[in-house]
């Protein structure tokens, strides 16, 4: 019984500062994206298709965020010199997709050089995480959710669209766990070394 009693107290202690994290946190991105909002409008950006404002767009992408948690990233693709909206989405989304794992590739080759034992020569690193970038680039457009779709036209004429997605972090880390066992199955230094590189991509990419 004093044990539950104690459990209680504890709990009741505990709770006050998870609720005060939480608002921080909801602070914190409400002045995000009120920054963005202003920083959009005064760059002429606009919402393609026109059915709501910018400040609608960014508010709701940010209030997902938010309701997320941790579980939600941010990711976000460009295209310059685009002749339609649909072609700017399209060469965006992939651009998203593209970065994302190039971030990913990027950090797994840090920790591969840096900490795995008989680290391979540079070329065959090279393809390896070549490899590793492909199967994730084409896995992660599958779960990427877009948000909000942006463009603007420039002096010369010409179109730029940007699209902002949200991410799954749980969804995301399959993806990886997809792309590492594809790497695996296909590479002999990655087989050899699996266990390190599976932690290495569970763990994934950290801004």
Do not use: C
Request: aromatic content about 6%; overall charge positive; cysteine-free.
């Amino acid at each position: 019984m004093k044990r539950l009693i104690s459990l209680i107290v504890a709990s009741m202690m505990i709770m006050p500062v998870v609720a005060q994290s939480d608002t921080r946190i909801q602070r914190q991105k409400q002045r995000e994206s009120q920054a963005r909002i202003k920083q959009l409008i005064r760059a002429g950006w606009e919402v393609i298709g026109g059915k709501e404002t910018i400040e609608d767009a960014v508010q709701s992408h940010f209030d997902k965020l938010i309701k997320g948690g941790d579980d939600i990233i941010e990711i976000y693709g460009t295209a310059n010199r685009v002749k339609t909206t649909d072609e700017g989405i399209a060469k965006a989304t992939n651009n998203a997709g593209a970065t994302y794992a190039r971030q990913q590739s990027s950090d797994l080759k840090g920790r591969i050089t840096s900490n795995v034992a008989s680290a391979p020569a540079p070329s065959e690193i090279e393809g390896l995480i070549k490899a590793y970038e492909t199967n994730l680039r084409d896995g992660v457009k599958s779960i990427m959710t877009p948000s909000y779709k942006l463009m603007r036209t420039g002096a010369d004429g010409s179109m730029e669209v940007e699209v902002y997605f949200i991410l799954s972090e749980k969804a995301a880390s399959e993806v990886r766990t997809r792309a590492m066992e594809s790497l695996i199955d296909n590479n002999q230094y990655a087989k050899a070394h699996s266990a390190a590189i599976k932690e290495y991509v569970k763990a994934g990419f950290k801004n």
